[in-house]
Nanobody
Framework: QVQLVESGGGLVQPGGSLRLSCAASRSIFGIYYMGWYRQAPGKQRELVAG???????DYADSVKGRFSISRDNAKNTVFLQMNSLKPEDTAVYYCNGQWGGRVYWGQGTQVTVSS
């Protein structure tokens, strides 16, 4: 069993920044791909950003140039730095990873971008 705990969400004004963290209860050292997803009310969950074990990353077009994903294998933590936030970034943000053929999700952290 693996637990993923997201933190760092909150209320921020448009143009502001937040840094989300996802702490895993097991080592992420060998986990090939860790991802951040988000789900806004009434919408499907979508991939925001992902990072491979080698450090390669990919982003949704809507966040390219504003968000940055990173991972600290020693701390079993994945980060999502979010800059220049927009109201349309408002959503619950989740991280996920796969251990032993099973995909695990965290409980999510709410990000609200509003003036």
């Amino acid at each position: 069993q693996v637990q993923l705990v997201e933190s760092g969400g909150g209320l921020v004004q448009p143009g502001g920044s937040l840094r989300l963290s996802c702490a895993a209860s097991r080592s992420i050292f060998g986990i090939y791909y860790m991802g951040w997803y988000r789900q806004a009310p009434g919408k499907q969950r979508e991939l925001v950003a992902g990072i491979t074990v080698g450090g390669s990353s990919d982003y949704a077009d809507s966040v390219k140039g504003r968000f940055s994903i990173s991972r600290d294998n020693a701390k079993n933590t994945v980060f999502l730095q979010m800059n220049s936030l927009k109201p349309e970034d408002t959503a619950v943000y989740y991280c996920n990873g796969q251990w032993g053929g099973r995909v695990y999700w965290g409980q999510g952290t709410q990000v609200t971008v509003s003036s």
